[in-house]
């Protein structure tokens, strides 16, 4: 079976200014910069980085808010991106997504009926919607009354509720959370989560879960990919991911969770402590971007960015540390396990 | 770890703090106590909208009022009552006695002036004795920024704040209220605004910093990992009162208020297991806040009671308190 969407050498850049002499110099920013892996259906895929990795800017280039620099996305095996421009909307239906920010994702002006109708009009005209309203607010559990109030009568976590109940409309087949629970309290987050795994049970939904917050991610990921400065740097299942982190980012990532207990403690990396800042993605270091940071740092670092590599079962990691078994690395470089 | 007789440097006693809104009062802070003794790290943990800022800001006085109101209540620093001091005199507290480090650095730096000129006037105003020249507050300045581990500090004087990252901004936040050399440091959510790795960079920066000095902390924050890594003694905070205070290894050991239960449960675990629940309802309108204990609408375990009376704080373990009728004997 195809997966349900595969991202190949996928590249978006910015150009924010000009330089040089005549100002014709483009300054870019490479937001994602050569990203491929594929979702399989009835996933939840986690996508982990910090703020500027570049992981919004894979899920609205997914949505179809910007279109790739280069490489391509193909969902269930047709290219989202054809030359014609416009995307078909069968395809925009079956693709959506839940943004991070309820309060400006749903529009103060309009009320939770109208807010719920408008995917419907679009994708079913002429049809009579108030019933599919109702059903949608009670596949997210909310009382049916709660199609006459409108976003400011509704706390963080109601909204966001909504929005995902927008999300549901088109029947759509995969979803993107954008970091659904970043702006809600830590009480209110478990309600949001655990509807969501509902409704991909119930309807056979496959997500692309966008997060900074890796002990979520431990609870709700099956695969988790981590983005550094547009890069993926390593991928795996999430069970095996927590147990045997690979690549040193990785391990600073995890070593810096703040926990609530000795359980969780003993799991944290120990060895790596964060240090340095987060480079400016208009100003990429050299070779691997990670070895400003990296406590494992080589010579061959700051002049060759590795390669992707299968470590076994479907870890992938790219570092030097973990060098190709094919290829001929330079003397004098030691594998530190 | 402080000693429990140490004598408190900070005492807050019944603070009531109300706000006037079209349409009526909003009754925020309903009967804070809280108490923080010298060199002690004390947390304070609570959902957004539970009033944790509001107390901090009642404490330095930098409320606005109006809309704010401080209806009731003492803040007794060194046992004086900051509440009731004289412009001059709030002025030898704010910054040599307490200084708050606040939870958005961008906006807490001023865009137009320099890094080196922000530092140096919070220097030259909170010296002690006497007058400084300007080389002997450059030499300050540059003493403090090297003491939170900012690189190339004679650079930093003359830049402005948007040419740093977050996390340097944050670390010229923390030099600049350490600069003053207080007796109570508030951080207000220090590492919320930026990004894991750099939070925990900056958490162990100020851990060892006030450590170093003895200097108190009260550290403000909803991350309750923070709380369990940094701080001695927690304060859980519900709907502007105080439901629980213990310490930090008591608490996480043991948690009783049901909030806190709740709260402890809804946090996802690195270990797996899924995320529970979490607390069913919403934080209470301040406008009409519920009756008795504030929390009874969302409580699994509400009583009669509950409804009726504000439960007053039981004892229940060594210097742990719980503010629940679940609890009295």
């Known amino acids: 079976m195809p997966p349900i969407l595969e991202y ?83 395809i925009k239906k079956e693709i959506q997504i839940v943004f991070q920010d309820p309060g400006s994702s749903l529009n103060p002006r309009r009320s939770v009926k109208e807010i719920l109708e408008l995917p419907l009009s679009i994708h079913q005209p002429a049809k009579k919607h108030i019933g599919r309203v109702a059903e949608l607010l009670e596949m997210v559990e909310l009382p049916v009354d709660y199609m006459y109030k409108y976003p400011q ?44 795994l509902r409704l991909r049970q119930e309807f056979h939904l496959s997500y692309l879960f966008i997060t900074h917050d890796l002990s979520l991610m431990r609870n709700v990921a099956s695969r988790v990919a981590i983005m550094y400065l547009g ?29 609530v207990s000795e359980e969780e403690e003993a799991l944290k990396p120990k060895r ?61 470089e030691q594998v530190i396990t | 770890m402080v000693r429990m007789d140490t004598p408190p440097l900070l005492e807050v006693r019944d603070l009531q703090v109300h706000f006037k809104v079209f349409g009526g009062h909003l009754k925020v802070l309903d009967g804070v106590n809280m108490i923080v003794r010298a060199g002690e790290k004390v947390g304070l943990v609570g959902e957004s909208g539970c009033g944790k800022t509001t107390t901090m800001k009642a404490i330095l006085r930098i409320l606005p009022q109006p809309p704010a109101k401080i209806v009731g209540g003492q803040v007794l620093f060194r046992g004086q009552d900051v509440l009731r001091m004289r412009p001059d005199e ?34 030259r105003y909170s010296h002690r004795n006497g007058r400084l020249d300007a080389r002997q507050i ?108 213990a310490p930090t290894k008591t608490l996480f050991a043991n948690p009783m208020f049901p909030y806190t239960r709740g709260l402890m449960q809804s946090v996802p675990r690195l270990s797996g297991g899924g995320v529970a629940e979490g607390i069913p309802g919403r934080i209470p309108n301040y406008l009409h806040p519920p009756s ?17 009376e504000k439960p007053p704080m039981f004892t229940v373990g060594e210097e742990h308190y719980v503010a629940c009728y679940l609890y009295a004997c």
């Open chain 1, 8 to 90: 190949k050498e996928l590249k978006k850049y910015f150009t924010i200014g000009y330089r040089g002499l005549l100002k014709r110099e483009p300054i870019t920013v490479k937001a994602v910069d050569g990203v491929s892996f594929a979702i399989h259906k009835g996933e939840i895929f986690g996508l982990v980085g910090e703020s500027g990795s570049g992981k919004s800017t894979v899920a609205y280039t997914t949505i179809g808010m910007y279109r790739p620099t280069s490489g391509v996305i193909e969902f269930q095996g047709e290219s989202l991106f054809t030359r014609e421009g416009k995307r078909p909307r069968h």
């Open chain 1, 153 to 196: 009568a509704l706390s963080g976590g109601e909204k966001q509720i909504v929005a995902i109940a927008r999300a549901l409309a088109t029947e759509p087949s995969f979803i993107i959370l954008d970091e659904p629970t970043s702006a809600l309290d830590v009480s209110i987050q478990g309600k949001i989560i655990n509807l969501l």
């Open chain 1, 231 to 259: 890069k993926i740097c390593e991928v795996a299942e999430a069970s095996e991911f927590f147990r045997n982190p690979k690549h040193p980012y990785t391990q600073m990532l995890l070593s810096s969770i703040p926990v």
């Open chain 1, 272 to 332: 790596v402590q964060s240090r340095g800042e987060i480079p400016s993605p208009v100003n990429i270091p050299s070779g691997c971007s990670f070895h400003l940071r990296c406590p494992y740092k080589m010579d061959i670092c700051p002049r060759v960015d590795p390669q992707m590599v299968d470590t076994g079962s479907g870890h992938l990691v790219r570092c030097h540390l973990y060098p190709a078994q094919t290829e001929n690395h330079p003397a004098g």
């Open chain 2, 90 to 123: 709030l002025r030898q507290i704010r910054g040599r006695g307490i200084s708050m480090i606040f939870q958005d650095p961008t906006a807490a730096l001023n865009p137009v002036f320099t890094i080196g000129q922000q530092l140096g006037d919070v220097i």
């Open chain 2, 138 to 245: 450059q030499l300050k300045a540059l003493q403090s920024l090297k003491e939170v581990a900012l690189a190339d500090p004679e650079r930093l004087l003359h830049s402005y704040p948007i040419q740093l990252s977050g996390g340097m901004r944050q670390r010229v936040c923390i030099a600049m209220a350490l600069a003053t050399q207080p007796e109570l440091l508030i951080a207000d959510e220090p590492g919320t605004s930026l990004d894991v790795t750099i939070q925990d960079q900056i958490l162990r920066l100020l851990h060892n910093l006030v450590v170093e000095r003895n200097t108190s902390i009260i550290l403000i924050t909803h991350t309750l990992g923070v709380v369990r890594e940094v701080t001695d003694r927690v304060y859980v905070m519900y709907a502007g009162s105080i439901v629980e205070s």
């Open chain 2, 292 to 308: 008795g204990c504030r929390f009874h609408p969302r409580c699994p375990h509400v009583m009669e009671i509950c409804r009726r």
